[in-house]
């Protein structure tokens, strides 16, 4: 059920501008050599002010496991070119 949960709060993310730019906000830190760094901590808390409830375990089973992940109704990410490259 848990990594139903996680697919489900990716899923709103790629379909909501505004929580995509609260998550980007909260939950990632620019690192050296223009590397992005996601605090996968701040990525459950975030998760869960929206309803969702998941472990980090069950975040990296889901972005680091061997099945793919399936977004529907994604967003258009050159959109947000704005913030990947500020």
Same mark, same amino acid.
């Given at each position: 059920?848990?990594?139903? @949960?996680?697919?489900?709060?990716? !899923?709103? %993310?790629?379909? /909501?501008?505004?929580? =995509?730019?609260?998550?980007? $906000?909260?939950?990632?830190? $620019? &690192? %050296?050599? +223009?590397?992005? /760094?996601? /605090?996968?901590?701040?990525?459950?808390?975030?998760?869960?002010?929206? +309803? =969702?409830?998941?472990?980090?375990?069950?975040? !990296?089973?889901?972005?680091? &496991?061997?099945?793919?992940? #399936?977004? @529907? /109704?994604?967003?258009? %990410?050159?959109? =947000?070119?704005? =913030? #990947?490259?500020?």
């Amino acid at each position: 059920m848990a990594l139903e @949960q996680v697919n489900a709060f990716y !899923d709103t %993310l790629m379909s /909501d501008r505004a929580i =995509y730019e609260q998550y980007y $906000r909260q939950c990632c830190v $620019r &690192g %050296l050599f +223009g590397i992005w /760094d996601w /605090d996968k901590t701040k990525i459950v808390n975030f998760a869960t002010t929206l +309803g =969702y409830s998941f472990t980090e375990s069950e975040l !990296d089973a889901v972005l680091f &496991g061997s099945e793919p992940i #399936v977004l @529907q /109704d994604s967003i258009n %990410l050159s959109e =947000y070119k704005q =913030y #990947v490259f500020q």
